[in-house]
Protein backbone atom coordinates (compact mmCIF):
# COMPACT_ATOMS: atom_id res chain seq x y z
CA UNK A 1 0.00 0.00 0.00
CA UNK A 2 1.17 3.20 -1.09
CA UNK A 3 -0.02 6.55 1.80
CA UNK A 4 -0.08 10.16 0.63
CA UNK A 5 -0.27 13.16 2.99
CA UNK A 6 -0.70 16.73 2.31
CA UNK A 7 0.16 19.61 4.64
CA UNK A 8 0.73 23.11 4.72
CA UNK A 9 -2.73 24.82 3.64
CA UNK A 10 -4.06 27.61 5.88
CA UNK A 11 -6.25 30.91 5.85
CA UNK A 12 -4.04 33.51 3.70
CA UNK A 13 -4.38 37.19 2.72
CA UNK A 14 -4.29 37.92 -1.32
CA UNK A 15 -0.69 38.76 -1.93
CA UNK A 16 0.76 35.81 0.60
CA UNK A 17 2.67 33.14 0.21
CA UNK A 18 2.04 29.75 1.28
CA UNK A 19 3.99 26.33 1.44
CA UNK A 20 2.43 22.78 0.75
CA UNK A 21 4.20 19.72 1.22
CA UNK A 22 3.13 15.88 0.07
CA UNK A 23 4.84 12.73 1.11
CA UNK A 24 4.85 9.28 0.02
CA UNK A 25 5.39 6.55 1.95
CA UNK A 26 4.41 2.45 2.31
CA UNK A 27 5.30 -0.12 -0.94
CA UNK A 28 6.49 2.43 -3.27
CA UNK A 29 9.24 0.42 -6.25
CA UNK A 30 9.81 3.97 -8.15
CA UNK A 31 7.83 6.93 -8.35
CA UNK A 32 6.79 8.05 -11.86
CA UNK A 33 6.16 11.58 -11.48
CA UNK A 34 3.92 13.78 -8.74
CA UNK A 35 1.54 16.26 -9.10
CA UNK A 36 -0.31 18.94 -7.51
CA UNK A 37 -4.39 19.35 -8.34
CA UNK A 38 -6.95 21.58 -7.09
CA UNK A 39 -10.50 21.34 -6.90
CA UNK A 40 -13.35 23.70 -5.86
CA UNK A 41 -16.88 23.15 -4.89
CA UNK A 42 -19.11 21.54 -7.84
CA UNK A 43 -16.23 21.52 -10.30
CA UNK A 44 -13.74 19.28 -11.17
CA UNK A 45 -10.09 18.70 -10.43
CA UNK A 46 -7.89 20.45 -12.21
CA UNK A 47 -4.01 19.71 -12.78
CA UNK A 48 -2.13 22.88 -11.48
CA UNK A 49 1.53 21.70 -11.85
CA UNK A 50 3.67 18.59 -12.15
CA UNK A 51 7.06 17.63 -11.90
CA UNK A 52 8.80 14.31 -13.40
CA UNK A 53 11.89 12.12 -11.68
CA UNK A 54 14.16 13.52 -13.52
CA UNK A 55 12.52 17.22 -12.53
CA UNK A 56 10.94 18.58 -15.57
CA UNK A 57 7.94 20.53 -14.72
CA UNK A 58 4.81 21.39 -16.08
CA UNK A 59 2.41 24.30 -14.94
CA UNK A 60 -0.87 25.41 -15.32
CA UNK A 61 -1.16 28.73 -17.60
CA UNK A 62 -3.41 30.15 -14.58
CA UNK A 63 -0.41 29.43 -12.27
CA UNK A 64 2.62 30.52 -13.99
CA UNK A 65 5.23 33.07 -12.24
CA UNK A 66 3.32 32.57 -9.45
CA UNK A 67 3.14 28.73 -8.10
CA UNK A 68 6.79 26.48 -8.39
CA UNK A 69 6.69 22.54 -7.91
CA UNK A 70 9.68 21.21 -6.52
CA UNK A 71 10.45 17.20 -5.01
CA UNK A 72 12.91 15.82 -2.88
CA UNK A 73 13.42 12.30 -4.31
CA UNK A 74 14.92 10.60 -1.32
CA UNK A 75 12.03 11.94 0.79
CA UNK A 76 9.48 10.62 -1.68
CA UNK A 77 8.34 14.65 -1.16
CA UNK A 78 6.70 17.20 -3.08
CA UNK A 79 6.32 20.57 -2.28
CA UNK A 80 4.35 23.48 -4.07
CA UNK A 81 5.63 26.94 -3.68
CA UNK A 82 2.63 29.15 -3.71
CA UNK A 83 3.53 32.84 -4.05
CA UNK A 84 1.38 36.10 -4.85
CA UNK A 85 -1.84 33.98 -3.95
CA UNK A 86 -5.23 35.27 -5.41
CA UNK A 87 -8.76 34.40 -4.16
CA UNK A 88 -9.47 32.68 -7.18
CA UNK A 89 -6.96 29.95 -5.69
CA UNK A 90 -8.99 29.42 -3.16
CA UNK A 91 -9.26 25.30 -3.56
CA UNK A 92 -8.70 22.20 -2.27
CA UNK A 93 -5.04 21.16 -3.13
CA UNK A 94 -4.50 17.62 -3.67
CA UNK A 95 -1.13 15.62 -4.10
CA UNK A 96 -1.09 12.47 -6.62
CA UNK A 97 1.75 10.13 -7.38
CA UNK A 98 2.08 8.21 -9.72
CA UNK A 99 4.29 4.36 -8.92
CA UNK A 100 5.55 1.74 -11.45
CA UNK A 101 4.02 -1.55 -10.18
CA UNK A 102 5.40 -4.96 -11.35
CA UNK A 103 3.45 -4.73 -14.74
CA UNK A 104 1.35 -1.19 -14.38
CA UNK A 105 1.77 2.62 -12.88
CA UNK A 106 -0.72 3.36 -10.16
CA UNK A 107 -1.83 6.24 -9.31
CA UNK A 108 -2.53 7.35 -5.44
CA UNK A 109 -4.29 10.89 -4.32
CA UNK A 110 -3.91 12.26 -0.95
CA UNK A 111 -6.81 13.46 0.91
CA UNK A 112 -6.23 17.14 0.35
CA UNK A 113 -5.42 19.63 2.11
CA UNK A 114 -7.84 23.68 1.97
CA UNK A 115 -6.32 26.97 0.88
CA UNK A 116 -8.30 29.68 1.17
CA UNK A 117 -6.93 32.86 0.12
CA UNK A 118 -9.09 36.15 1.22
CA UNK A 119 -9.07 39.61 3.00
Known amino acids: QVQVVESGGGLVQPGESLRLSCVAS????????MGWYRQTPGNQRDLVAT???????YYADSVKGRLTISRDNAKNTVYLQMNSLKPEDTAVYYC?????????????WGQGTQVTVSS
Open 26 to 33: GSIRSIVD
Open 96 to 108: KIRVRATLVIEAH
Open 51 to 57: ISTGGST
